[in-house]
Nanobody
């Protein structure tokens, strides 16, 4: 079993900052891509940022320059530093990881339970 446990959401004013953290726990052999996604009310889930095991990052255009994703391979953790937050960043943020549980198994995606980020105007 693999679980992704998120923390760090909350309420912040426009222009403020938050840091989200996610830890992958359980039977894990290898994690390739880790990332953060978000879903606002009435909208589809969208990619925020992803990071490969060797540190290559990818950001959605609206997050570039404001958000920074980082990871610790040894600890199986991924963080998202969010600066200059805007009301339109309000959403539930989900951690995602492509996990290979054993040397013989195929990688598959796992999701966290989600953490609410609310940016007030």
């Amino acid at each position: 079993q693999v679980q992704l446990v998120e923390s760090g959401g909350g309420l912040v004013q426009t222009g403020g900052s938050l840091r989200l953290s996610c830890a992958a726990r359980g039977s894990i052999f290898w994690i390739n891509i880790m990332g953060w996604y978000r879903q606002a009310p009435g909208k589809q889930r969208e990619m925020v940022a992803t990071i490969t095991r060797n540190g290559n990052t990818n950001y959605a255009d609206s997050m570039k320059g404001r958000f920074t994703i980082s990871r610790d391979n040894a600890g199986n953790t991924v963080d998202l530093q969010m600066n200059s937050l805007k009301p339109e960043d309000t959403a539930v943020y989900y951690c995602n990881a492509e996990v290979q549980r054993t040397v013989l198994s195929e990688p598959r995606p796992y999701w966290g339970q989600g953490t609410q980020v609310t940016v007030s105007s």
